[in-house]
């Protein structure tokens, strides 16, 4: 069980930048793969992108490779999306996730159902 808050929303101008931050409650934040995730009214969540318990591995939407960097800091508790070069379909509801893992076994995952612990969202707005 882990408690997930996000942070760092907001307004932007196309092809501005937005730092996105998930703090994660406990001691045990390294034993859980994490992932962004964005949903805009009317659509499906969307993957944005995945890393690893140990920060090791990543993995990115095509539709936001090259533009933003998921990362992870393990002793803050606190996992990052850097988000450059923002566009209006980006555009969403972005929501930080958590699947408990053991290290030895922790890769990262893109789909939904693969996650067990979900923030409430933190709003990006891109204008055109």
């Known amino acids: 069980q882990v408690q997930l808050v996000e942070s760092g929303g907001g307004l932007v101008q196309a092809g501005g930048s937005l730092r996105l931050s998930c703090a994660a409650s406990?001691?045990?934040?390294?034993?859980?793969?994490m992932g962004w995730f964005r949903q805009a009214p009317g659509k499906e969540r969307e993957f944005v992108a995945a890393?690893?318990?140990?920060?090791?591995?990543?993995y990115h939407a095509d539709s936001v490779k090259g533009r933003f960097t998921i990362s992870r800091d393990n002793a803050k508790n606190t996992m990052y999306l850097q988000m450059n070069s923002l566009r209006p379909e980006d555009t969403a509801v972005y929501v930080c996730?958590?699947?408990?893992?053991?290290?030895?076994?922790?890769?990262?995952?893109?789909?939904?159902?693969?996650?067990?612990?979900w923030g409430q969202g933190t709003q990006v707005t891109a204008s055109s």
């Open positions: 890393i690893s318990c140990s920060g090791g591995s990543t």
């Open positions: 406990g001691r045990t934040f390294s034993t859980y793969a």
């Open positions: 996730a958590a699947r408990y893992q053991p290290n030895y076994s922790c890769s990262y995952y893109t789909a939904p159902k693969q996650y067990t612990s």
